[in-house]
Protein backbone atom coordinates (compact mmCIF):
# COMPACT_ATOMS: atom_id res chain seq x y z
CA UNK A 1 0.00 0.00 0.00
CA UNK A 2 1.35 3.41 -1.29
CA UNK A 3 2.05 5.92 1.12
CA UNK A 4 1.42 10.03 0.49
CA UNK A 5 5.27 10.36 0.90
CA UNK A 6 5.84 7.32 -1.58
CA UNK A 7 2.89 8.87 -3.66
CA UNK A 8 4.82 12.22 -4.00
CA UNK A 9 8.50 10.36 -4.96
CA UNK A 10 6.91 9.13 -7.67
CA UNK A 11 4.63 11.39 -9.06
CA UNK A 12 7.90 13.57 -9.00
CA UNK A 13 10.03 11.08 -10.74
CA UNK A 14 7.29 10.25 -13.19
CA UNK A 15 6.88 14.11 -14.29
CA UNK A 16 11.10 14.61 -13.93
CA UNK A 17 12.16 11.44 -16.00
CA UNK A 18 9.53 9.85 -17.96
CA UNK A 19 8.11 12.85 -19.19
CA UNK A 20 10.56 15.61 -18.63
CA UNK A 21 7.75 18.37 -17.83
CA UNK A 22 9.97 20.93 -15.77
CA UNK A 23 6.94 22.60 -14.44
CA UNK A 24 5.01 19.79 -12.86
CA UNK A 25 8.62 18.41 -11.62
CA UNK A 26 9.18 22.35 -10.01
CA UNK A 27 5.47 22.50 -8.29
CA UNK A 28 6.51 19.51 -6.22
CA UNK A 29 9.60 21.57 -4.63
CA UNK A 30 9.35 23.90 -2.15
CA UNK A 31 10.64 27.45 -2.89
CA UNK A 32 13.84 26.81 -0.81
CA UNK A 33 14.61 23.33 -2.08
CA UNK A 34 18.25 21.99 -2.13
CA UNK A 35 20.12 19.92 -4.28
CA UNK A 36 22.81 18.13 -4.79
CA UNK A 37 23.85 16.69 -8.25
CA UNK A 38 27.17 14.87 -9.35
CA UNK A 39 29.25 18.45 -10.20
CA UNK A 40 30.17 20.87 -8.21
CA UNK A 41 28.31 23.15 -10.54
CA UNK A 42 25.19 21.05 -9.74
CA UNK A 43 24.38 22.31 -6.59
CA UNK A 44 21.05 24.44 -6.11
CA UNK A 45 19.93 26.28 -2.76
CA UNK A 46 16.86 27.22 -4.43
CA UNK A 47 13.80 26.32 -6.93
CA UNK A 48 15.46 28.73 -9.01
CA UNK A 49 18.70 27.41 -8.94
CA UNK A 50 16.96 23.90 -9.54
CA UNK A 51 15.72 25.02 -12.14
CA UNK A 52 18.30 26.63 -14.29
CA UNK A 53 20.32 23.41 -13.84
CA UNK A 54 17.04 21.29 -15.19
CA UNK A 55 16.88 23.76 -18.34
CA UNK A 56 20.08 23.10 -19.29
CA UNK A 57 19.66 19.11 -19.12
CA UNK A 58 16.17 18.79 -20.63
CA UNK A 59 18.21 20.86 -23.29
CA UNK A 60 20.96 18.16 -23.42
CA UNK A 61 18.87 15.34 -23.02
CA UNK A 62 15.66 15.58 -23.58
CA UNK A 63 14.56 11.66 -24.02
CA UNK A 64 12.54 10.32 -21.84
CA UNK A 65 14.18 8.33 -19.06
CA UNK A 66 12.46 5.12 -17.16
CA UNK A 67 12.94 4.43 -13.48
CA UNK A 68 12.47 1.95 -10.51
CA UNK A 69 12.10 2.86 -6.93
CA UNK A 70 12.85 0.22 -4.08
CA UNK A 71 14.20 -0.37 -1.02
CA UNK A 72 12.21 2.44 0.10
CA UNK A 73 11.88 3.65 3.75
CA UNK A 74 10.52 6.38 5.08
CA UNK A 75 10.70 8.34 8.63
CA UNK A 76 8.58 10.92 10.46
CA UNK A 77 10.53 14.08 11.43
CA UNK A 78 7.95 15.17 13.82
CA UNK A 79 5.04 16.33 13.06
CA UNK A 80 5.36 18.33 10.05
CA UNK A 81 8.03 16.33 8.17
CA UNK A 82 9.30 12.96 6.51
CA UNK A 83 12.90 12.00 5.72
CA UNK A 84 13.47 8.93 2.36
CA UNK A 85 15.77 6.70 1.73
CA UNK A 86 14.83 4.53 -1.79
CA UNK A 87 17.33 2.93 -4.09
CA UNK A 88 16.50 4.30 -7.54
CA UNK A 89 17.50 2.86 -11.17
CA UNK A 90 17.17 4.74 -14.02
CA UNK A 91 16.70 3.13 -17.52
CA UNK A 92 18.50 4.60 -20.46
CA UNK A 93 17.79 3.67 -24.18
CA UNK A 94 20.68 5.06 -26.48
CA UNK A 95 20.32 3.33 -30.21
CA UNK A 96 18.85 0.22 -29.18
CA UNK A 97 20.68 -0.69 -26.11
CA UNK A 98 19.29 0.01 -22.32
CA UNK A 99 21.92 1.41 -19.71
CA UNK A 100 20.77 1.20 -16.08
CA UNK A 101 22.20 3.60 -13.04
CA UNK A 102 21.61 2.60 -9.66
CA UNK A 103 22.06 5.38 -7.32
CA UNK A 104 20.54 6.35 -3.43
CA UNK A 105 18.18 9.07 -3.12
CA UNK A 106 17.54 10.77 0.60
CA UNK A 107 15.08 13.45 0.52
CA UNK A 108 13.07 15.69 3.14
CA UNK A 109 9.42 16.50 2.64
CA UNK A 110 7.66 19.54 5.01
CA UNK A 111 4.46 20.63 4.22
CA UNK A 112 3.95 24.20 2.56
CA UNK A 113 0.80 25.89 1.92
CA UNK A 114 -0.86 23.09 3.30
CA UNK A 115 0.81 20.62 1.14
CA UNK A 116 3.36 18.31 0.92
CA UNK A 117 6.89 19.16 -1.35
CA UNK A 118 10.05 18.24 -1.27
CA UNK A 119 12.69 20.54 0.51
CA UNK A 120 15.50 18.42 -0.43
CA UNK A 121 17.61 15.93 -2.75
CA UNK A 122 20.93 13.89 -2.75
CA UNK A 123 21.46 11.39 -4.89
CA UNK A 124 24.18 9.22 -4.35
CA UNK A 125 25.87 6.32 -5.71
CA UNK A 126 28.68 3.53 -3.42
CA UNK A 127 32.04 3.77 -4.48
CA UNK A 128 35.10 2.20 -3.22
CA UNK A 129 37.35 4.80 -4.40
CA UNK A 130 35.84 6.79 -1.44
CA UNK A 131 38.64 8.19 1.03
CA UNK A 132 38.36 9.38 4.44
CA UNK A 133 36.60 12.76 5.08
CA UNK A 134 35.80 12.43 1.44
CA UNK A 135 31.92 13.52 -0.20
CA UNK A 136 30.55 11.97 -3.15
CA UNK A 137 26.94 13.62 -3.97
CA UNK A 138 26.00 12.14 -7.27
CA UNK A 139 23.02 12.16 -9.56
CA UNK A 140 21.85 10.53 -12.72
CA UNK A 141 25.32 11.03 -14.36
CA UNK A 142 25.33 11.43 -18.27
CA UNK A 143 28.62 9.79 -18.78
CA UNK A 144 30.83 7.34 -15.96
CA UNK A 145 33.03 9.86 -14.47
CA UNK A 146 32.91 10.90 -10.70
CA UNK A 147 33.32 13.96 -9.75
CA UNK A 148 34.14 14.88 -6.21
CA UNK A 149 32.56 17.69 -3.77
CA UNK A 150 35.15 18.58 -0.90
CA UNK A 151 34.22 17.66 2.25
CA UNK A 152 33.51 21.66 3.42
CA UNK A 153 31.36 22.01 0.59
CA UNK A 154 29.62 19.02 2.02
CA UNK A 155 29.17 20.38 5.41
CA UNK A 156 28.37 23.53 3.73
CA UNK A 157 25.15 21.81 2.00
CA UNK A 158 24.29 19.68 5.31
CA UNK A 159 24.07 23.30 6.97
CA UNK A 160 21.44 24.52 4.37
CA UNK A 161 19.54 21.17 4.72
CA UNK A 162 19.67 20.92 8.12
CA UNK A 163 17.81 25.20 7.80
CA UNK A 164 15.11 23.19 6.01
CA UNK A 165 14.04 20.73 8.55
CA UNK A 166 10.47 21.65 10.30
CA UNK A 167 12.49 21.15 13.80
CA UNK A 168 15.47 22.47 15.77
CA UNK A 169 18.56 20.23 15.59
CA UNK A 170 20.58 18.69 18.55
CA UNK A 171 23.05 16.07 19.43
CA UNK A 172 24.43 15.22 22.94
CA UNK A 173 27.02 13.15 24.12
CA UNK A 174 25.73 9.82 25.85
CA UNK A 175 27.27 10.46 29.41
CA UNK A 176 26.36 12.29 32.77
CA UNK A 177 23.96 15.06 31.92
CA UNK A 178 24.16 15.04 28.12
CA UNK A 179 26.96 17.26 27.13
CA UNK A 180 26.47 19.11 23.94
CA UNK A 181 27.72 17.90 21.17
CA UNK A 182 25.95 19.72 18.06
CA UNK A 183 22.88 22.19 17.83
CA UNK A 184 21.82 24.14 15.09
CA UNK A 185 20.25 27.72 14.45
CA UNK A 186 17.06 26.53 14.36
CA UNK A 187 16.94 24.73 17.79
CA UNK A 188 18.73 28.23 19.01
CA UNK A 189 15.49 30.04 18.24
CA UNK A 190 13.20 27.40 19.82
CA UNK A 191 15.42 27.90 23.13
CA UNK A 192 15.45 32.04 22.35
CA UNK A 193 19.44 32.05 23.00
CA UNK A 194 22.45 32.65 21.39
CA UNK A 195 25.02 29.56 21.29
CA UNK A 196 27.02 31.34 24.09
CA UNK A 197 24.02 32.17 26.45
CA UNK A 198 23.38 28.51 25.99
CA UNK A 199 26.41 27.21 27.22
CA UNK A 200 26.44 30.44 30.05
CA UNK A 201 22.87 28.68 31.06
CA UNK A 202 23.69 25.11 30.77
CA UNK A 203 27.37 24.74 31.30
CA UNK A 204 27.05 22.47 28.19
CA UNK A 205 24.69 20.15 29.73
CA UNK A 206 21.70 19.73 27.65
CA UNK A 207 20.00 17.80 30.73
CA UNK A 208 19.78 21.55 32.12
CA UNK A 209 17.51 22.44 29.32
CA UNK A 210 14.87 19.71 30.00
CA UNK A 211 12.28 20.70 32.71
CA UNK A 212 13.29 19.48 36.14
CA UNK A 213 10.10 17.51 36.74
CA UNK A 214 10.57 15.16 33.61
CA UNK A 215 14.33 15.16 33.33
CA UNK A 216 14.27 11.81 35.49
CA UNK A 217 11.26 9.52 33.09
CA UNK A 218 12.74 11.71 29.81
CA UNK A 219 16.37 9.85 30.48
CA UNK A 220 14.65 6.33 31.34
CA UNK A 221 12.11 6.34 28.59
CA UNK A 222 15.25 7.73 26.36
CA UNK A 223 17.70 4.54 27.81
CA UNK A 224 14.46 2.38 27.95
CA UNK A 225 14.10 2.87 23.67
CA UNK A 226 17.36 2.53 22.85
CA UNK A 227 18.41 -0.11 25.06
CA UNK A 228 14.87 -1.95 22.32
CA UNK A 229 16.44 -0.52 19.40
CA UNK A 230 18.82 2.61 18.46
CA UNK A 231 16.30 5.14 18.61
CA UNK A 232 13.59 6.94 20.32
CA UNK A 233 10.72 9.20 20.30
CA UNK A 234 9.16 11.29 23.38
CA UNK A 235 7.49 14.50 23.95
CA UNK A 236 8.27 16.48 26.79
CA UNK A 237 9.09 20.01 28.37
CA UNK A 238 12.57 22.09 27.83
CA UNK A 239 12.86 25.05 29.18
CA UNK A 240 13.99 28.07 26.89
CA UNK A 241 15.08 31.71 27.67
CA UNK A 242 13.37 33.51 30.76
CA UNK A 243 12.60 30.32 32.22
CA UNK A 244 9.58 29.68 29.42
CA UNK A 245 8.24 26.45 29.14
CA UNK A 246 8.17 24.85 25.73
CA UNK A 247 6.96 21.53 25.07
CA UNK A 248 8.52 19.67 22.24
CA UNK A 249 7.98 16.41 20.28
CA UNK A 250 11.36 14.70 20.41
CA UNK A 251 12.80 12.17 17.64
CA UNK A 252 16.20 11.03 18.40
CA UNK A 253 18.96 8.26 17.17
CA UNK A 254 21.77 6.57 18.48
CA UNK A 255 25.03 7.62 17.38
CA UNK A 256 28.47 7.18 17.31
CA UNK A 257 30.51 10.82 16.95
CA UNK A 258 33.80 11.08 14.83
CA UNK A 259 35.77 10.26 18.09
CA UNK A 260 34.34 7.18 18.80
CA UNK A 261 31.74 8.41 21.77
CA UNK A 262 28.01 7.13 21.97
CA UNK A 263 26.14 10.08 21.42
CA UNK A 264 22.51 10.78 20.44
CA UNK A 265 21.39 13.24 17.47
CA UNK A 266 17.87 14.39 17.35
CA UNK A 267 15.52 16.72 16.10
CA UNK A 268 13.01 18.95 18.04
CA UNK A 269 9.27 20.56 17.11
CA UNK A 270 7.74 22.82 19.23
CA UNK A 271 4.32 21.70 19.94
CA UNK A 272 3.59 24.04 22.36
CA UNK A 273 0.42 25.62 20.67
CA UNK A 274 -0.87 21.66 19.74
CA UNK A 275 -0.67 20.90 23.74
CA UNK A 276 -2.29 24.06 24.70
CA UNK A 277 -5.37 22.90 22.17
CA UNK A 278 -5.34 19.35 23.50
CA UNK A 279 -5.53 20.87 27.22
CA UNK A 280 -8.25 23.50 26.37
CA UNK A 281 -10.14 21.01 24.78
CA UNK A 282 -9.62 18.85 28.06
CA UNK A 283 -10.38 21.53 30.45
CA UNK A 284 -13.59 22.66 28.23
CA UNK A 285 -14.55 18.46 28.39
CA UNK A 286 -14.39 18.21 32.25
CA UNK A 287 -15.45 21.91 33.74
CA UNK A 288 -19.24 23.92 33.56
CA UNK A 289 -18.42 26.94 31.23
CA UNK A 290 -20.91 29.02 33.49
CA UNK A 291 -18.93 28.59 37.10
CA UNK A 292 -15.75 26.99 36.30
CA UNK A 293 -16.41 24.74 38.77
CA UNK A 294 -16.10 20.45 37.69
CA UNK A 295 -19.26 19.35 35.82
CA UNK A 296 -20.94 16.33 37.03
CA UNK A 297 -19.05 13.55 35.53
CA UNK A 298 -15.75 15.10 36.39
CA UNK A 299 -16.33 15.54 39.79
CA UNK A 300 -17.91 12.34 40.06
CA UNK A 301 -14.94 10.82 38.55
CA UNK A 302 -12.37 11.92 40.76
CA UNK A 303 -14.74 11.08 44.01
CA UNK A 304 -14.81 7.16 42.54
CA UNK A 305 -10.98 7.48 42.34
CA UNK A 306 -10.30 8.87 45.88
CA UNK A 307 -13.04 5.75 46.88
CA UNK A 308 -10.43 3.64 46.18
CA UNK A 309 -7.50 5.20 48.06
CA UNK A 310 -9.86 6.44 51.00
CA UNK A 311 -12.00 5.06 54.07
CA UNK A 312 -14.44 8.24 54.14
CA UNK A 313 -15.52 11.29 53.24
CA UNK A 314 -18.34 13.71 53.36
CA UNK A 315 -20.38 14.87 50.46
CA UNK A 316 -22.27 18.16 50.68
CA UNK A 317 -25.28 18.77 47.90
CA UNK A 318 -26.15 22.66 47.93
CA UNK A 319 -28.91 24.18 46.32
CA UNK A 320 -30.19 27.67 45.53
CA UNK A 321 -33.54 28.58 47.43
CA UNK A 322 -36.42 30.51 45.46
CA UNK A 323 -34.06 30.36 42.28
CA UNK A 324 -37.02 30.16 40.45
CA UNK A 325 -38.33 33.45 41.77
CA UNK A 326 -35.05 35.41 41.07
CA UNK A 327 -35.24 34.00 37.19
CA UNK A 328 -38.50 34.97 37.05
CA UNK A 329 -38.24 38.77 38.41
CA UNK A 330 -34.55 39.72 37.71
CA UNK A 331 -34.40 37.68 34.59
CA UNK A 332 -31.65 34.70 33.72
CA UNK A 333 -28.76 37.03 34.22
CA UNK A 334 -29.40 38.11 37.22
CA UNK A 335 -29.52 34.53 38.15
CA UNK A 336 -26.21 33.48 36.35
CA UNK A 337 -24.63 36.02 38.25
CA UNK A 338 -25.64 34.53 41.59
CA UNK A 339 -24.79 31.22 40.30
CA UNK A 340 -21.11 32.73 39.24
CA UNK A 341 -20.79 34.64 42.59
CA UNK A 342 -21.69 31.50 44.99
CA UNK A 343 -19.07 29.78 43.09
CA UNK A 344 -16.66 31.84 43.94
CA UNK A 345 -17.40 31.24 47.43
CA UNK A 346 -17.02 27.95 47.23
CA UNK A 347 -13.51 28.23 45.34
CA UNK A 348 -12.76 30.37 48.21
CA UNK A 349 -13.61 28.46 51.09
CA UNK A 350 -13.00 24.75 49.75
CA UNK A 351 -9.07 23.68 50.07
CA UNK A 352 -7.56 21.52 47.68
CA UNK A 353 -8.50 18.17 49.44
CA UNK A 354 -12.30 19.24 48.28
CA UNK A 355 -13.62 18.38 44.85
CA UNK A 356 -15.87 20.63 43.67
CA UNK A 357 -18.80 21.06 41.09
CA UNK A 358 -21.77 22.58 39.95
CA UNK A 359 -24.10 19.64 39.02
CA UNK A 360 -26.80 21.06 37.06
CA UNK A 361 -28.81 24.21 37.43
CA UNK A 362 -28.46 26.03 41.11
CA UNK A 363 -27.30 22.58 42.58
CA UNK A 364 -23.90 22.35 43.63
CA UNK A 365 -21.61 19.82 45.12
CA UNK A 366 -18.62 19.29 47.53
CA UNK A 367 -16.75 16.34 48.17
CA UNK A 368 -14.11 16.68 51.06
CA UNK A 369 -11.74 13.79 50.45
CA UNK A 370 -11.20 12.94 54.24
CA UNK A 371 -13.17 12.15 57.43
CA UNK A 372 -14.43 15.98 57.80
CA UNK A 373 -17.43 16.30 59.02
CA UNK A 374 -16.95 19.41 61.40
CA UNK A 375 -14.87 21.12 58.92
CA UNK A 376 -17.62 20.41 55.89
CA UNK A 377 -19.67 21.91 57.90
CA UNK A 378 -17.84 24.71 58.90
CA UNK A 379 -17.02 25.59 55.38
CA UNK A 380 -21.18 25.34 53.96
CA UNK A 381 -21.45 27.49 56.75
CA UNK A 382 -19.21 30.36 55.51
CA UNK A 383 -20.71 30.00 52.07
CA UNK A 384 -24.61 30.23 53.25
CA UNK A 385 -23.67 33.57 55.17
CA UNK A 386 -21.83 34.97 52.84
CA UNK A 387 -23.72 34.18 50.32
CA UNK A 388 -27.28 35.21 51.81
CA UNK A 389 -25.36 38.78 52.57
CA UNK A 390 -24.25 39.16 49.10
CA UNK A 391 -28.10 38.40 47.85
CA UNK A 392 -30.17 40.29 49.97
CA UNK A 393 -27.87 43.67 48.95
CA UNK A 394 -28.55 43.18 45.39
CA UNK A 395 -32.06 41.75 45.58
CA UNK A 396 -33.60 43.05 49.13
CA UNK A 397 -36.70 42.03 47.78
CA UNK A 398 -36.41 38.42 47.24
CA UNK A 399 -35.12 35.56 49.86
CA UNK A 400 -32.32 34.25 48.14
CA UNK A 401 -30.12 31.66 50.40
CA UNK A 402 -28.22 28.26 50.31
CA UNK A 403 -29.83 24.80 51.77
CA UNK A 404 -27.46 22.52 52.09
CA UNK A 405 -27.80 18.24 52.55
CA UNK A 406 -24.62 16.66 53.83
CA UNK A 407 -23.66 12.64 54.43
CA UNK A 408 -20.71 10.96 55.93
CA UNK A 409 -19.95 7.85 53.50
CA UNK A 410 -19.19 4.66 55.34
CA UNK A 411 -16.38 2.52 53.97
CA UNK A 412 -17.16 0.25 51.00
CA UNK A 413 -19.86 2.51 50.15
CA UNK A 414 -20.27 3.84 46.41
CA UNK A 415 -21.40 7.13 45.03
CA UNK A 416 -24.96 6.20 44.27
CA UNK A 417 -25.59 5.46 48.08
CA UNK A 418 -24.03 8.46 49.73
CA UNK A 419 -25.20 10.69 46.87
CA UNK A 420 -28.65 9.18 48.26
CA UNK A 421 -28.25 10.36 51.75
CA UNK A 422 -27.07 13.70 50.92
CA UNK A 423 -30.01 14.29 48.90
CA UNK A 424 -32.55 13.02 51.33
CA UNK A 425 -30.25 15.48 54.48
CA UNK A 426 -30.79 18.16 51.22
CA UNK A 427 -34.80 17.79 50.93
CA UNK A 428 -34.92 18.32 55.04
CA UNK A 429 -32.81 21.57 54.97
CA UNK A 430 -34.99 22.81 51.98
CA UNK A 431 -37.75 22.48 54.06
CA UNK A 432 -36.58 25.50 56.26
CA UNK A 433 -34.52 26.89 53.55
CA UNK A 434 -31.31 28.36 54.24
CA UNK A 435 -30.41 25.25 56.51
CA UNK A 436 -27.42 22.31 56.28
CA UNK A 437 -28.57 19.06 57.58
CA UNK A 438 -26.68 15.68 57.96
CA UNK A 439 -27.97 12.62 56.93
CA UNK A 440 -28.54 10.54 60.09
CA UNK A 441 -27.81 6.70 59.90
CA UNK A 442 -31.64 4.80 60.72
Known sequence: MKTHMRELLEQFFRHYLRERNLEDTLALLTDQVISLGTGEQEVARNKEELRALMECEFKEMPQPLDYELFNY?????????????????????????????????????????????????????????????????LRYGRNNSVRKLSSETGEKLMELVSEALPGGIMGSYLEEGYPLYTINDTMLNILGYAYEELVDATNEKMMNIIYPPDQKWVEESIEKQFHEKNEYKVEYRIVGKGGRIIWVSDIGKKIKSEDGRDAMISIMTDVSDRIERENQLIKEAQLDPLTGLYNRKRAISLIEAD??????????????????????????????????????????????????????????MLYFTEDAEKKGADVIGKIQKEFAIAMKTSNPDLDITISAGGALRNAGEDFKDLYKKADTALYLAKKEKGQLKIYKEQ
Not at 78 to 91: C, D, Q, R
Not at 327 to 336: E, Q
Not at 339 to 362: F, P, Q, S
Open 73 to 137: TENPLGEYGWSIFTNVLAKIDSEGVTMEMLTRLTCICVKEDGKWKIASLHMSTPTVEQEHQEFFP
Open 307 to 364: FLKEKSGTLYICDVDNFKSMNDTKGHLAGDRALIHLAKLIRHYADENCVTARLGGDEF
